[in-house]
C-alpha cells in the first residue's frame, strides 16, 4: 500500500520527507513503520534507477535523505539495555564482499543495539573468510549477512560452505537480508532464515533469541 511519505521519499523530496517523518512521530507511528515507508520509497528510487528515469546521483541522494530520516528517528527509538537480566549473546553483522550498501544493515543494528544487543559489525565488501574468523572468535550463534547487489549472493553461499569446513554450521544461524533476497536466495545459499523489511527481519532475531532462552522487546 503506497502512502505520502512512501511518495515523497520516492520522489525525493527531501524537505516534504523529514516534514512526514516529524507528523507520523507525533502522531504515534512507530519507527518500524516509518522505516518501512521509507524503505519502500528507496526500492521505488531503484526501479526509476533501472528504468534509466533517475541517475546514480539520485541513489546518492536517497541515501542521504534516508540518512537525515535516521537522524531524526534515533532519539525516539527506545533504549532497553536490560532485557529481564538475560544476556543477549553476540551477532556478528557485515555486507558481503564486492557489495557496499550499508544503510539497510545499519539500520538493523541500532535497532538490535537499542535492543541490548551486541552486534560486531564488520562493515561493507567483508569476505567470507572473514565472516567466519568472526563467528569463530566471537562464538556468536547468529551471523547476519546483507547484500544488495544480486551478483554478490554466490559470495553468501561461499560463507555457508566456509562455516561448514570450520565445523562451525551446527553452532551458528545464518540470517540473510537485503533487497534481493528471497526463499529462493536462502535456499541457493543455504542460509536459514531471510528478511528484506524491518520487521521481519527483527522478528527473526527475536524467535532465535526464544528459542536461546530470552527475549528482546518490541520497538
Ligand atoms: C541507496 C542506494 C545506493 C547507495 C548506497 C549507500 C549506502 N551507504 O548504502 C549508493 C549510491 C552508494 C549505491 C551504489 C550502487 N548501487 Co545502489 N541502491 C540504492 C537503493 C536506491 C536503496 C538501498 C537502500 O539503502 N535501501 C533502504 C534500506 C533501508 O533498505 P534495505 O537495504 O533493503 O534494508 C532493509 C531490508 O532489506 C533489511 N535488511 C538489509 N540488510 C539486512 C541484513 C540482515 C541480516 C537482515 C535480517 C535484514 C536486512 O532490513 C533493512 C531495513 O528495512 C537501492 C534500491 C533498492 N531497491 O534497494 C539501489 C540498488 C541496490 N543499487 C543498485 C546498483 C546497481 C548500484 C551500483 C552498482 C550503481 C553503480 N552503477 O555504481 C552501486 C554499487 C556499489 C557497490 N559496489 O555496492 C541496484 C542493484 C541491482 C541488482 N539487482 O543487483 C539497486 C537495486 C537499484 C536498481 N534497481 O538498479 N546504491
Same mark, same amino acid.
Given at each position: ?70 537522524? !531524526? ?7 532497553? +539495555? &536490560?532485557?529481564?537480566?538475560? =544476556?543477549?549473546?553476540? #551477532?556478528?553483522? $557485515? ?49 547476519? !549477512? ?7 549472493? +554466490? &559470495?553468501?553461499?561461499?560463507? =555457508?560452505?566456509?562455516? #561448514?569446513?570450520? $565445523? ?52
Amino acid at each position: 500500500m503506497e502512502d505520502e511519505l512512501q511518495i515523497a521519499m520516492a520522489d525525493l523530496d527531501e524537505e516534504k520527507t523529514l516534514r512526514l517523518v516529524e507528523e507520523r512521530i507525533l502522531a504515534g507511528s512507530t519507527s518500524m513503520d516509518i522505516i518501512e515507508s521509507c524503505r519502500r520509497g528507496v526500492e521505488i528510487v531503484g526501479v526509476k534507477y533501472s528504468d534509466s528515469d533517475y541517475f546514480l546521483s539520485d541513489l546518492i541522494m536517497s541515501e542521504e535523505i534516508l540518512k537525515e530520516v535516521m537522524r !531524526i528517528l534515533e532519539p525516539h527509538i527506545p533504549v532497553n +539495555g &536490560s532485557n529481564n537480566g538475560f =544476556v543477549p549473546p553476540p #551477532i556478528v553483522m $557485515g555486507t558481503i564482499e564486492g557489495d557496499i550498501h550499508d544503510l539497510g544493515k545499519n539500520i538493523i543494528i541500532y535497532l538490535l543495539r537499542s535492543s541490548g544487543f551486541q552486534v560486531h559489525d564488520l562493515g561493507v565488501d567483508v569476505t567470507p573468510e572473514r565472516f567466519v574468523q568472526a563467528v569463530n572468535e566471537t562464538n556468536a550463534p547468529i551471523l547476519g !549477512i546483507s547484500v544488495l547487489l544480486s551478483f554478490c549472493v +554466490g &559470495s553468501i553461499k561461499k560463507v =555457508v560452505d566456509l562455516l #561448514i569446513d570450520a $565445523g562451525l554450521r551446527d553452532k551458528v544461524k545464518v540470517v540473510v537480508g537485503g533487497y534481493p533476497v528471497n526463499q529462493e536466495v536462502k535456499e541457493f545459499t543455504g542460509a536459514d532464515f531471510y528478511a528484506n523489511d524491518v520487521t521481519e527481519a527483527l522478528k527473526i532475531y527475536r524467535d532465535i533469541l526464544e528459542v536461546a532462552g530470552g527475549s528482546v522487546s518490541e520497538r
